[in-house]
Nanobody, 126 residues
Framework: QVQLVESGGGLVQAGGSLRLSCAAS????????LGWFRQAPGKERELVAA????????HYADSVKGRFTISRDNAKNAVYLQMNSLKPEDTAVYSC???????????????????WGQGTQVTVSS
């Protein structure tokens, strides 16, 4: 059974940092596209950051560029999201996702992801 489990969420003041982790089990994701999505109350889910299957290409939402960094550790079958300079508008449930896709920029499309975690809450206070 494939599982993605997020950790590292919590409450932080504006300007602070958090590092989210996503541990995968049940299969190896070293050749998978990996992404972090978020959903705030009353809003649609949005892609925050994504990493191509090769690890050579990344995508960031405009709202987080320069503040968030996605990375992977294939040896640990894990993906991370370093979040700096957090803002109250970053408050949301953050979920990691993995998908087997190699088409051009497939990693920016939610439909490319086959496996999803349950999510971890990030709350940024002003």
């Amino acid at each position: 059974q494939v599982q993605l489990v997020e950790s590292g969420g919590g409450l932080v003041q504006a300007g602070g940092s958090l590092r989210l982790s996503c541990a995968a089990s049940g299969r190896t994701f070293s050749s998978s596209a990996l992404g972090w999505f978020r959903q705030a109350p009353g809003k649609e889910r949005e892609l925050v950051a994504a990493l191509s299957w090769s690890g050579t290409s990344t995508h960031y939402a405009d709202s987080v560029k320069g503040r968030f960094t996605i990375s992977r550790d294939n040896a640990k079958n894990a993906v991370y999201l370093q979040m700096n300079s957090l803002k109250p508008e970053d408050t949301a449930v953050y979920s990691c996702a993995a998908g087997v896709c190699s088409a051009y920029r497939c990693y920016v499309r939610a439909g490319s992801y086959d496996y999803w975690g349950q999510g971890t809450q990030v709350t940024v206070s002003s």
